[in-house]
């Protein structure tokens, strides 16, 4: 077993995999740039290095220095969090040959799952489903039009080497095809240096649902359940839970040896999961592989008993999985709050800066993986997610009952953040009905700004009534034909002046 292992990242997932360093009796050694010089991840580990100015490109994806921090201070095995370089085959193949284990898949199975048309074409070669279309880049536009019509509009032409919805056209018409095509090239192009573009039915209002696998490095592979990932804003996921509200032991299965298959094609080892497009009807679809621990991955540790990171880093260091398929079960629910430091009232920009006051929730059921501390400078340079709320309970309804009253415990100052959009969904009629889909945060942000500019414009509504009061009024004593009923009213708007007022006006006019 390692002595001591490199984190090469920062923030909550830092922490999270020190935790189990420090658990397993394993030293641990941080890497941090300019501006997280203080930040907790430095504070928990045993050594720490700098390794750069804040840019990315300068600290945490630095290669060179990175591998140099292992050599210096003697670390066996680099875990990667995920992010910067945990999908890059390159720095896996450094690690490797630098004599230091990456704790993570092989280079090769990255490059297979790395590329969207190379995992399709591995997909179809094991059997594995995924949306009906091409698995390689389109020749042609004919051959769009052509394989379009095969599959049915509406369309989605999606770039090889892009991801997160970067180089993806929704297509509705033969017209709209060939300039889409056209375009959807040009900018795979420019953003990935690769203008391989292929096409796939869309799938409409699908749900993203995933399943996590583990692979140790003797050919033993295990699925360990799904989660549903449908609530997203702009194809950053914002809440996670497990398992879905709508996949059964069966459906689960299923999925569960699909998603096995598709590893073992790959010949994949260590933790990774399998994301899915999941229609109406409940199909399920290939969607891509994710080669690294995912931010969501606690929902998995909470509702199967299993510490994700320890097993990763078992698995690195040569030994068989500890149980089987079977000794697997799935127990309770487990939702994933993601704590980012953003403004919900300005367009969830990001809100840097320094946290004055924090308060965090505990007690039953509640588990927060945070990089965050009352007086940290929470800098602007990286992803703004702050921490992790998961609530845990024996069923969902529990579940979200412990994240609604932990969430109502939260309390950050001195920089904005999401706390209460989750307040809003949590409390949301679909969201507890389980009615999600990729589309559902975005109704529900719509739902709330038509809502919100309802409640902007009553002020102006109710000066409006007030105004009208007040001319009735004038009128009715200026004009005494007006009629005016037994209690002073003059018929106006329910808003119109009280009958003292009108009778004293009246009386004083005459
Ligand atoms: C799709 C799709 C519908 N049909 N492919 C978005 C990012 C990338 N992971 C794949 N994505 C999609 N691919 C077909 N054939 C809808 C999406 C999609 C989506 C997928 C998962 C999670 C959130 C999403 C948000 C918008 C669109």
Redesign the pocket.
């Known amino acids: 077993m390692f002595k001591k292992i490199l984190i090469a990242n920062r923030g909550e997932i830092a922490v999270r995999v020190m935790r189990a360093c420090r658990e397993m009796g394993i030293a641990t050694v941080a890497v941090y740039s300019d501006v997280d010089r203080a930040a907790l991840h430095v504070r928990k580990s045993d050594e720490a290095y700098h390794i750069g100015p804040a840019p990315a490109s300068e600290s945490y994806l630095r290669m060179d220095k990175i591998l140099d921090v292992a050599k210096r201070s003697g670390a066996e095995a680099i875990h990667p969090g995920y992010g910067f370089l945990s999908e890059n085959a390159k720095f896996a193949q450094a690690c490797a040959d630098a004599g230091v284990k990456f704790i993570g898949p092989t280079p090769h199975s990255m490059r297979m799952m790395g590329s969207k048309t190379s995992a399709r074409q591995e997909m179809e070669k094991a059997g594995v489903p995924f949306?009906p279309?091409t698995s390689r880049g389109l020749t042609s536009p004919e051959e769009g039009e052509e394989v379009a019509e095969r599959v049915g509009y509406p369309?989605?032409l999606?770039a090889a080497a892009?991801?997160?919805?970067?180089g993806?056209r929704?297509v509705h018409t033969r017209q709209d095809l060939r300039s889409a095509l056209e375009s959807a090239q040009s900018e795979a192009q420019r953003s990935f240096g690769d203008s391989e573009v292929y096409i796939?039915?869309?799938?409409?209002n699908?749900?993203?649902i995933e399943m996590q696998i583990l692979a140790d490095e003797h050919g033993n592979t295990v699925w360990l359940g799904e989660r549903e990932?449908?609530i997203?804003r702009r194809?950053q996921?914002v809440l996670e839970e497990a398992p879905s509200p709508i996949v059964d032991s069966d459906m689960r299965r299923r999925m569960g040896e699909v998603a096995v298959k598709a590893a073992q094609s790959a010949k994949y080892t260590n933790a990774g999961t399998i994301?899915f497009?999941v229609d109406q009807q409940k199909n399920f679809?290939f969607?891509?592989m994710n080669t690294r621990l995912q931010v969501e991955h606690p929902v998995t540790e909470l509702t199967t008993g299993l510490d994700l990171v320890h097993l990763q880093i078992h698995i690195a260091a040569g030994e068989k999985l500890p149980f089987t398929q079977s000794d697997l079960a799935i127990r309770g629910h487990a939702i994933e709050c993601r704590i980012y430091a953003e403004d919900p009232d300005n367009n969830y920009f990001p809100s840097p800066g320094k946290i004055t006051v924090l308060l965090q929730p505990s007690g039953p059921g509640i588990r927060r993986d945070s990089g965050m501390y009352e007086g940290w400078n929470v800098p602007m340079d990286y992803d703004p997610l702050l921490a992790k709320l998961i609530g845990y309970g024996s069923d969902r309804e529990q579940a979200i009952m412990r994240l609604e009253r932990a969430l109502y415990e939260y309390f950050v100052a001195g920089i904005k953040t999401n706390i209460s959009l989750f307040q809003r969904i949590l409390g949301d009629a679909d969201f507890r009905a389980g009615k999600l889909d990729?589309?559902y945060l975005d109704r529900l942000l719509a739902k709330n700004n038509q809502a919100a500019a309802a409640r902007a414009a009553e002020p102006q509504i109710e000066a409006l009534e007030t105004i009208a009061a007040i001319a009735a009024g004038m009128f009715a004593v200026l004009d005494p034909a007006a009629p005016v009923s037994k209690n002073g009213n003059t018929g106006g708007p329910a808003s119109v002046p009280s009958n003292w007022k009108q009778k004293g006006r009246s009386e004083a006019l005459r």
């Not at 892009?162 to 970067?166: A, D, L, P």
């Not at 796939?200 to 409409?204: G, R």
């Open positions: 949306v279309g369309v989605m999606k892009g991801g997160g919805g970067k993806m929704l796939e039915k869309a799938i409409v699908p749900r993203h990932c449908s997203q194809h996921k994301e497009l679809y969607l891509e990729t589309g």
